[in-house]
């Protein structure tokens, strides 16, 4: 039997505490949080919660890593990302590493999100400008996108446990910026459309994902959807955390029954 491992990128992870008391539940056992120091043992399974900061090192063949510390590293790093979104042929927002090409943009009307920080979270380092002067050195600059709404599935092995929509949950919210700090928060509420669904299937899937929240961007005037991008520590709640932990360890138990 597989014995289940959390390896968060921070020890306090308010996601990876709910994963681990959902796992505990369905399990009736122990389900520990690791740092990189652990050695993974036989029949271990461990469960990389958003950490790409240290590789774990591996002391056997037996066991298995969801979400590896390489297949982490693309998700946290937006370029690479887009770029590995970009090889597999996968719809994302216009975006580009040239100053340039953003100036360029501007004069086409278009307002222009400087990515200041290239593994920012929760909007962390988002500059936007729609005049030159406004425009910032950046490692990445995304071409504004006219949704209507912005989706984010979870997936876990393959396919979607999960779909909520993002909504304003603070009076003075930010417009421009969907985040948390910006005073939006997710909505279960919702009907997500398949498109939306297949297209989170499909970015997993280019990215070697066992799981993560995957983030799309709608406009339902155009039927357009764009990838946005993906978590690998996604935020979880009552209904989430309960289902990715009986998908991860089902399929687990599958697998090693097999």
């Not at 690479?80 to 216009?94: D, E, K, W």
């Amino acid at each position: 039997m597989p014995i289940f491992k959390i390896y968060p990128y921070k020890r306090k992870s308010q996601g990876a505490l709910l994963l681990q008391e959902a796992m505990q539940d369905y399990l009736r056992e122990n389900v520990p949080l690791i740092n990189e120091n652990h050695i993974v043992g036989k029949n271990e399974c461990i469960i990389t919660w958003g950490n790409g900061h240290y590789p774990l090192r591996i002391g056997t063949d037996s066991c298995s890593i969801l979400n590896p510390y390489e297949v982490v590293n693309i998700s946290i790093d937006k370029v690479r990302f887009l770029r590995s979104m970009r090889a597999a042929h996968i719809p994302t927002i216009t975006w580009t590493v040239e100053i340039e090409t953003a100036r360029n943009w501007i004069r086409e009307g278009y307002a222009v999100y400087s990515r200041c920080v290239q593994d920012g979270m929760d909007g962390k380092g988002i500059c936007i400008a729609s005049r030159q002067e406004e425009l910032q050195d950046a490692p990445l600059y995304t071409q504004e996108f006219k949704s209507t709404d912005e989706y984010r599935v979870h997936v876990c092995h393959g396919q979607s446990i999960l779909g909520v929509v993002k909504r304003p949950v603070e009076r003075n919210f930010n417009p421009k910026i969907r985040t948390s700090s910006g005073g939006w928060g997710y909505r279960r509420d919702c009907v997500v459309p398949k498109e939306i669904t297949d297209l989170a299937i499909r970015c997993s899937h280019a990215l070697h994902l066992d799981f993560g929240g995957i983030d799309v961007i709608y406009n339902s005037k155009t039927n357009e959807a764009r990838i946005l991008e993906s978590n690998t520590a996604p935020e979880l709640g009552p209904i989430s955390a309960p289902r990715y932990a009986k998908t991860i360890i089902e399929k687990e138990r599958n697998r090693t029954n097999a």
